[in-house]
């Protein structure tokens, strides 16, 4: 390990929050660090849909080589994010607590005004789809860009709301009053979670960044991504799953939509926390047998997964 860990990080406003966040963590535990920004692909490419970018971790691409070339020693980022494979010699070394799990609506008028009529943005396909799923007769306009920059293009068209994790936008202070919690609608696989990555030999480092790991947020986001992984889903697909310990208990619920939101599949679980190994993948398993194995051929024509 260098004597100065140096942290490699989108350039947006967010993601500078999370990367000194990991800085100002990392001083309490008396280990000198500087922020090294990158800018990704994901935040350059803003006239295409996430899924046609035809690429496997758009967001975290950049930041892989900057550490395969020994440009930074870590990365971090959005865990929501992340492929469930990352690259060959680059490893988790921590999960931080988690923040706010939820997606939220913000609007510009109230949710009971446009309820039979509305047009929504997102750029998301798990929130896209959930959201036909219960509003088939509202229009889906894409919405891509940094949080502050998707926050700017609801200001300036004239859609009824658009949908945000209330965990980026908390983070940096942006969350307004006129939003409404989809306390309905399943959350992204990680959703809510920041992971910090090292290169695998780097066991210094790796043994700095490993006391910032929390062990219940690690538990619950290896099930999500496990779930994820097991129905063979990129980060992409409309695929939501959420872990959740109370006590000796993991309620775990996950599902899997097609595109339109006509059809899905969701399966929930509560068992003991020590017998959760595997649990993600048992659910995926489930979600295949009672249909989702249908809705994921489909899906992997139309998204090339």
Avoid at 212 to 240: K, V
Wanted: glycine share 6%.
């Amino acid at each position: 390990m260098n004597n100065v860990i140096r942290i490699g990080t989108r350039d947006s406003e967010l993601a500078l929050w999370q990367a000194n966040h990991v800085k100002d963590l990392l001083a309490k535990n008396g280990f000198e660090s500087v922020i090294v920004p990158v800018k990704s692909d994901g935040d350059l490419i803003l006239d295409k849909p996430l899924h046609e970018l035809g690429i496997t971790g758009v967001f975290t691409k950049t930041l892989d080589v900057a550490m395969l070339n020994g440009t930074v020693d870590i990365a971090v980022h959005s865990m929501k994010d992340v492929p469930t494979k990352l690259p060959k010699n680059i490893v988790k070394a921590a999960v931080l607590p988690r923040a706010n799990t939820f997606d939220i609506l913000l609007h510009k008028d109230k949710p009971k005004e446009f309820a039979k009529h509305a047009t929504i943005a997102t750029g998301s396909l798990r929130r896209k789809a959930q959201w036909l799923n219960r509003y088939p007769k509202h229009t889906i306009v894409d919405l891509r860009g940094n949080v502050n920059t998707r926050l700017e293009k609801l200001q300036n068209n004239d859609w009824s709301g658009a949908i945000f994790a209330a965990a980026g936008l908390e983070r940096i202070n942006l969350k307004p009053q006129n939003h409404t919690v989809l306390d309905w609608m399943i959350p992204a696989p990680a959703q809510g979670a920041m992971l910090v990555v090292a290169m695998e030999n780097d066991k210094s480092t790796r043994k700095a960044i490993e006391t910032l790991n929390d062990y219940e947020t690690d538990i619950c986001t290896t099930i999500e991504r496990e779930f994820l992984s097991t129905l063979e889903g990129g980060c992409t697909a409309p695929i939501g799953a959420l872990a959740v310990i109370d006590i000796d208990y993991v309620t775990f619920i996950g599902g899997l939509f097609s595109l339109d939101g006509k059809h899905k599949v969701t399966v929930e679980k509560r068992i003991l926390i020590e017998n959760c190994e595997g649990l993600g993948a048992l659910c995926a398993q489930e979600i295949l047998k009672e249909g989702g194995e249908e809705i994921m051929i489909k899906l992997k024509k139309e998204l090339s997964l």
